[in-house]
Every structure is written in C-alpha cells, then in structure tokens.
C-alpha cells in the first residue's frame, strides 16, 4: 500500500519551515503590498489581521488536522476519513485548484527569474521607462516562457528529490536565507529620504477606508498567502508525525507568514514614498500587480547601492516563489503517485506538462493571445481571479462543513490534543471548534457570495 511507504518530515522545525515556506511567496511580496497600495494601506492591514484569525486560522488548523488524520493525498484523505461518501471530490477539486494555482504562478515565478537576471546582468539604470520594458517582456511570445520553464523546471527538480531531501531541505534553507535577505533590503529602504511616510501609510488606519470591497480583498488576500483551501496544508500535513502539536504549529505558520507580508510591505512601500520623495511626485502606491516589476526598479535605479538591493530582492523574490510553488506541485505529484502509481520521477513530469502546458497560455495571454477572453477575462486573470477568489474559498468552506460537520467534535479535540497527550485549555479548543462549526463557514459563504453575485 501506499500508506506504508509514505515518507515524513524529519523534525518539528522541519514541518513549520516546510509550510511557512508554501505560505511566504509570492502572496506576500508580489501580491500583498500591492493590495495594500490598493485597498488603503493600514486599514487593510487591519482587516487583514482581523480576517486571518478569525477565518483563516482555523481553516489552516482544520486543514492540517485533516491531513494528519487521513495521511494521504486530499483525494484519498477524504476518502479514508468518509469511506463511501461524495467528500472525496473535495480532494479532487483541491488537486486541480492546486494545478490552476501552479500553472499562473509559475508564470509570475518566471518574471521574477528574468528581474533577477537581469538586475545581476545589467541592473537598472534611472530614466528608462519600466512599464514599457516590463509590458514589452510579458507581451514577447517566446521569452516569459523560457523563463516559465526554467522556472517550472527548478521547481520540479527540488519535488524530485522527495520530501525530506527535496522540500524540507531546501525549505530549511531558502527560508532562512529569505529572510535576512529582505531584512537587509527593508533597512536599505527603511533608510532612505521620505521613507517615513510609507511606514505611516502602513500602519496608521483611516477608518473611513474600511469598506466591504476592502474586507473581501483582505479575506481573499489572507487564503492566498496561507496556502490554504486547496490541499497544500493538507499534503504536507500527510507527512507529519503524529506527535505534532497542530495548534502550535498552525499559529506559528500564520504568524510567520503575517511577519514576513509586514516585512516585505516595509521593503517595498517605504521604498516607493522615498523615490517619489525624491523626485516631487505623489507615491503611487496603487500601481497594482506592476508595483513589483514597475515600480521598484525604478526605486532601485535612483537609490544609492541600488543594484545590490535589486539583486538581493529579486534573489528573495525568487526563493520565495519556489518554496511555495513546489506545495503547490506536491499536491498533484502525490495524487498521481497514490491514485495511477506511478514513480516519483513520472508523477512531477504529469505535473510539470500539465501546469506548464496552461502556464504557456497564461503567459501567452500578455501577447499573442491577447484579445482571447474566458468570461470576460484574459487567461492569466482567470485563472488567478478563479482561484483566488473562489476555488480557495470554497475549499476552505468546505473543509469546515467536513471537519466541523462531519468529523464532530470529539475527534476534533482528540487531534488537537494529541489524545490528549498534549495541554492546550479546553477552553481554547472548544474556541477553535466553534470558530471552525459556525464562524468561519459563514463567513466565507458571505465573502464567497459577494464576489460571485456582486
Ligand atoms: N501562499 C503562497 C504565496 O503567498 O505566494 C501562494 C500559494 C501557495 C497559494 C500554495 C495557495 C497554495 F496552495
């Protein structure tokens, strides 16, 4: 059997690395800052801390619960746990919005191997237009994609390697590595002229910003950058030992993954106020999904010791993006290794063609496939928009019907618990079950239900 063989983590620090490096990528630097720009800086933040503990957190906790339990891929998972019953097409829906995921992330991962390419080969230089250079790469046929499969390829080349060779080691490190990196960058940033100013807009909440449109994005925001509601949890979950203390754990992941999104806000938006400080423009946080890609190199061109911080982010940005891309292929590869059996080498190559193979057109929806629509949609929006807003959701809703609903509350406080062999007050798990029965499950059908209807 399958079970049998299944490898695991090899430590504690092993597990929380593994899935704070799925939860810190490209959500939390690519994607964060930009909402925060966006959606009015502190008062996102706020909501965002708001939506994480009450909603995400325990999905994130529910997820790892279940996938310790069912020891297997989300399809078989739920299988084991509901033999007989239609909940396994849960695990099948988080294998293939696992493999939507990959397949428009490793497109943004292969932009962030081309920043980092070319801040190390020519760096940027003041006066060049950004967003021209930046819409003239993606718009190219051919040259997001060979970085795509470069891209695809590293990440598929770390799954080969297996669980504790592959994804912890290389977790263990590029995690570690990320952050003092990124650290250096944010006192570079932190540091320069006008940068104050971005650390206010940052944590000084204008209430009057907090709107129903700024709490759906922070919801939406908060189960991107957890990696939650699509099976990566629930994977890597399936490869820890029983022994593990899932609350901890969880909390820590969330924790982590909050820090490092501040982090790589106080990296980049400091940064922004200090260059239009300079130049005697208003900031324009709001640039969007360019902020990165636009925006910073030409924070990085007029800054002293600029080519050293643009290597240095963009190495982060990469380190990031691949700790989290191969969670995301995990989740395919183990399907395909326990339901059609085939070897590890085999699985990531199904896994590599398939999210490649959709990564092509997503990448080729910035050029000649431009004018092509889905619903009203570019390819690459689709699909982020698809998942972001309602695969991910509505696995994290039903994952709380099957742990709240299904599973009852005695198993849920045995797992917590350990058998209760671990101490944590009745009462905080009698707090973490309710949120998980009631709280989080209305509350994502309310969010899910304005993003589709309204
Ligand atoms: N959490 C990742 C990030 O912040 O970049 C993205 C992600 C990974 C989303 C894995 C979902 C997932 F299952």
Redo the contacts with the bound molecule.
Sequence with gaps: MAQKSRETFGSRAGVLLAMAG???????IWRFPYMLGQNGGAAFLLMYVIMLLVFCLPVLISEYLVGRRGASNPYRCFSVLAPGTGWRWIGLLAVLS?AC?LSF?CVVGGWSVKYLVESCMNGFTAGQNYGELFGAFIGNAWKPLVYTMIFLGLTGLIIVLGVRKGIERMSKIMIKVLFVIIVLVVVRSLSLPGALDGVRYMFVPDFSKVTTSVMVAAMGQAF????IG?G?IMTYASYVRKDENIAATSAGVAFFDTLFAIIAGLAIIPAVFAAAAQNGTAANVEAGPGLVFITLPGVFSSMPLGRIAAVLFFLSLLLAAIT?AI??MEVVVSFVIEEMHRSRGRAVLAAFLLCGGVGVLCSLSFGPLENFRLFGLGIFDFFDYLTSNILLPAGGLLLTFFAGWHLKKDNYLDELTNGGTIRIPHWLCCTIFYLVKWVAPIGIALILLNCLFF
């Excluded at 799925?22 to 939390?28: H, P, Q, V």
């Design positions: 799925s939860a810190i990528g490209l959500g939390n696992s995921i992330y991107f950058s957890l990696s699509c990566t989290s969670s995301l």
